[in-house]
């Protein structure tokens, strides 16, 4: 189907403010699951003809709220003009017959390829922002507007990405993974097995820049390792938030036994950063390092994963950095597109695993004692009925979280001297 031109130009703001004014359908793992294993591809083609305009609409009314010398950045104006585009395709299927099987074929070969149009929205909008904070200086206003919109929008794309999945792997002839796979719900998701995963993976980007790692220990509460830890889950988002948890950890761990110096964690791994490390510690190679513990615990309410290392931890006054968007330790990556692993630049690794633990109503949370290690904790809803998505809402109110001021100090703050001291 090819988009009227006429219909884009004149049409799109109207209709991104009709559906903007209706709240997405949050959907529970239990009712994936229950549509996965009855619905035909009919239903699930007029639900999503519906649903997805509402929740790409609800996104793009706030994408106008933000500073507009944010949205005239090149990447930024890049990413806004993939949204209206995918918009506009999925408004195309609106009055089409949702019995013929040449509409229900098209329809699929749209979503893959939004799908693909949206797969580096991540790494596009970081750069919306590094460019502008190389453009100008970015107060604290903006940067609390940035911080609250950058959750809800890539939280936004986690749902639309979830949606687009499950229709494509249920009826578009994509690989569905595993038997017990209902689209991208595994029903029977080793958890162990992810987290091995994850780790060996992560492993091998440590060994590759530091010639060492330190090793894996899963426990449960009875002290040994779970072995038919099963879960109903998506198990790309589990990998997500435990390889981006154990690179930090691995990281951590060496450059903070190897050179005898603590880093503040939670970055990517870097070339530059691996040559100081190895320059300072010629027996790096060779350090015994404490392994990284993992502890799992399955409660009434919530699964809880906990990742430990003796990486140093980190200084109480970074804990606020952990999960800002515009704070990085890392050099900015190169745009070149070499084709190896991404490495450093973004500092997004735990504000995206917190979203994807959160999407399904978990949580992550960091604590961490300075000299000694880190906790990472991983919440999951232990009940499938209980794991509901959690999806921003556009509502008019929305414009004062990025107009609105920063709140005053009310507390001393260390370094101030008051003009009118007196001595008592």
Not at 149 to 160: A, E
Request: proline share 5%; net charge negative.
């Amino acid at each position: 189907m090819r988009l009227n031109p006429v219909f884009c130009a004149k049409s799109i703001g109207r209709m991104l403010e009709y559906y903007s004014q209706f709240n997405p359908s949050p959907l529970s793992i239990k009712q994936f699951i229950d549509f996965g294993l009855n619905a035909t591809e009919r239903t699930s083609f007029n639900f999503l003809r519906q649903e997805l305009p509402v929740r790409l609409a609800n996104i793009m009314a706030e994408i106008h709220l933000l500073p507009e010398y944010l949205l005239s950045m090149p990447s930024s104006k890049m990413v806004h003009g993939w949204y209206e585009r995918s918009f506009l395709e999925i408004l195309d299927f609106q009055k089409s017959d949702s019995n013929d099987p040449a509409v229900l074929n098209t329809f699929v070969e749209t979503l893959i390829k939004i799908r693909n149009r949206h797969s580096s929205v991540v790494e596009t909008m970081a750069q919306g922002v590094i460019e502008l904070k190389e453009s100008r200086d970015v107060d604290a206003v903006t940067e609390n507007s940035i911080q609250y919109f950058l959750d809800r929008f890539y939280m936004s794309r986690i749902s639309i990405r979830m949606l687009i999945n499950q229709h494509t792997l249920l009826f578009g002839g994509e690989l569905n993974g595993g038997q017990s796979n209902i689209g991208s719900i595994d029903t029977k998701c080793n958890l162990v097995h992810v987290i091995h995963d994850a780790f060996e993976n992560a492993r091998f980007l440590c060994e590759q820049y530091y010639l060492a790692s330190p090793d894996l220990i899963i426990r449960g509460v009875d002290g040994n390792e779970p072995t038919q830890l099963h879960l109903v889950y998506v198990p790309s988002h589990l990998y997500h938030i435990f390889f981006e948890l154990f690179k930090n950890s691995l990281r951590a761990v060496v450059e903070h036994l190897g050179s005898g110096e603590s880093y503040l964690i939670f970055e990517y791994f870097t070339p530059v950063l691996y040559l100081d490390v190895y320059l300072s510690c010629s027996s790096v190679g060779t350090t015994e390092f404490p392994p990284i513990e993992v502890r799992i615990s399955v409660g009434k309410e919530d699964i809880c994963i906990m990742v430990s290392d003796l990486g140093g931890g980190i200084p109480r006054s970074s804990s606020d950095l952990l999960f800002a968007y515009t704070y990085s330790t890392a050099p900015q990556p190169s745009p070149s597109g070499s084709g190896s692993a991404p490495l450093a630049g973004y500092g997004y690794g735990l504000p995206l695993s917190r979203l994807y633990a959160r999407y399904f109503r978990g949580d992550l949370l960091v604590t961490s004692m300075e000299g000694y290690g880190t906790n990472a904790l991983v919440y999951l809803k232990a009940l499938t009925s209980e794991a509901n998505e959690l999806l921003p809402i556009f509502n008019k109110a929305s414009s004062k979280n990025y107009e609105g001021s920063v709140q005053t100090s009310d507390w001393s703050v260390p370094g101030q001297f008051s003009t009118n001291l007196r001595y008592f």
